[in-house]
């Protein structure tokens, strides 16, 4: 009996990271990481969905569309895992080292990217340079949503630089972000 094989292609993995909001939408029960926050974390999750819902020219879906959270409390957590409100939520630098000494958020982040193909990282300038300074994250592989201070740098690691418009991501930068998508899919 012969098997026939057929060439499949894989679909290419995508993660999209943001931070944690103040704004909670869920108070004092427990839900995703993806449904608790709103705030300027609602740009992020309208990205997740509209590339979660692209379709190729064929009609299939685009790409495997993952979601996360770097949070105070609980450091790097998937979309989907169950997180419960906290008090205190880090916006400065000082909180975000902080932060990162309780919980090893830039690394955490850094490890759950190596998987994916395209990562998509919109977090405030000074976390942002945390990650660069810790220096774990393949070239090529991260498109920034960040301050123009660091296009240079994002350049010469090979990222994709976006100016960060908008609460987190604008939606220039999310028309830009799906042709690149798109482009690396078709």
């Known amino acids: 009996m012969t098997k026939i094989y057929t ?16 704004v909670f939408l869920t108070k004092n029960r427990i839900d995703t990481a993806f449904n ?13 969905k509209r590339l979660d819902t692209a379709e190729n020219d064929r009609g299939e879906k685009l790409c495997d569309v993952s979601f996360g959270v770097i949070t105070t409390k609980y450091g790097f957590v998937p979309g989907n895992y169950q997180i419960m409100e906290y008090p205190n ?5 000082e909180e975000y080292i902080q932060a990162d000494l309780d ?14 193909d395209k990562v998509i990282l919109c977090v405030p300038k000074d976390m942002f340079s945390m ?9 090529g592989k991260l498109i920034a949503v ?12 090979g990222w994709t630089f976006l100016e960060r418009k908008g609460a987190r991501v604008g939606d220039a930068n999310a028309d830009e972000i799906e042709r690149i998508v798109r482009e690396m899919c078709a």
């Open 89 to 93: 939520v880090m916006s400065n630098r």
């Open 146 to 157: 960040t301050s123009p201070e660091f296009r240079e740098e994002c350049e010469r690691r």
């Open 103 to 116: 919980r090893n958020f830039v690394s955490q982040t850094s490890f759950m990217m190596k998987p994916f």
């Open 36 to 48: 608790i926050f709103g705030g300027r974390v609602t740009e992020v999750k309208n990205l997740v």
């Open 131 to 139: 990650f660069l300074e810790a220096d774990e994250i393949d070239d």
């Open 7 to 22: 060439e499949t292609k894989l679909m290419k993995r995508i993660l999209i990271v943001t931070n944690d909001s103040t």
